[in-house]
Structures are given as structure tokens and as C-alpha cells.
Nanobody, 122 residues
Framework: QVQLIESGGGLVQAGGSLRLSCVASGRTPKQYAMAWFRQAPGKEREFVAG????????YYGDSIQGRFTISRDNAKNTVYLRINNLKSEDTAVYFC???????????????WGQGTQVTVSS
């Protein structure tokens, strides 16, 4: 089992920046691919970004416009999502996920956090 706890969300003005964190604990979290998804009210869950176990490979969702950066620090069992130039459409609950391999598909990930709310005010 792997437990994931997200933090760093909040209310931010448009144009601002945030760094979300996801701390993993439990069974060898360093070996897992990690990803961030988000879900806005009334919308389906969307893949935002993913990173392989070593941090050498990253994927970003098709709708992500280069304002997002995923990274990880295996010494701290933590994955980060940096979001710059926040826009109102970024308002969503952001979830951290862990899985055996890097993929854009949600069902591939075995473990999920509870999510952290990001609200962007215009």
C-alpha cells in the first residue's frame, strides 16, 4: 500500500503561481510512476502531468499549455506540480496518483490521494 497526501492548494489570483506537493509513504514509493490529475466541477477527471520513477521522463496532458511543471524528489518521497500564470480554468481539485508505470490513463494508477482544491479568482 502507498498513501498519498497532497498539499499546496488554495485561493490564488489569476496570473499567480502555486506549487502543489504530494508526499508518498508506505510500500517503496520511490519505485512508482507518479501523476497529477484534476477534476473541475461538472467535468471529467483530466490528466495533467506524469513522471516516471527516476524523474527522467515526463508527460503532460494535451490541454496543458506549458505552464505546468512536474518534478519529484525521491529522497523526500515527494512529487511536485508547479503551476505558473494561473487561469480561472485551472480551478479544480488536483489529485496525486501512483502506479507501476507512467501513463496518461487514470485507471492505470493504483493509489490516489484525497486531492487539494485550487481556486483561481479573476
Amino acid at each position: 500500500q502507498v498513501q498519498l497526501i497532497e498539499s499546496g492548494g488554495g485561493l490564488v489570483q489569476a496570473g499567480g503561481s502555486l506549487r502543489l506537493s504530494c508526499v508518498a509513504s508506505g510500500r517503496t514509493p520511490k519505485q512508482y510512476a507518479m501523476a497529477w490529475f484534476r477534476q473541475a466541477p461538472g467535468k471529467e477527471r483530466e490528466f495533467v502531468a506524469g513522471i516516471n520513477w527516476s524523474g527522467a521522463v515526463t508527460y503532460y496532458g494535451d490541454s496543458i499549455q506549458g505552464r505546468f511543471t512536474i518534478s519529484r524528489d525521491n529522497a523526500k518521497n515527494t512529487v511536485y506540480l508547479r503551476i505558473n500564470n494561473l487561469k480561472s480554468e485551472d480551478t479544480a481539485v488536483y489529485f496525486c496518483a501512483a502506479g507501476d508505470y507512467l501513463d496518461i490513463s487514470g485507471p492505470q494508477y493504483n493509489y490516489w490521494g484525497q486531492g487539494t482544491q485550487v481556486t483561481v479568482s479573476s
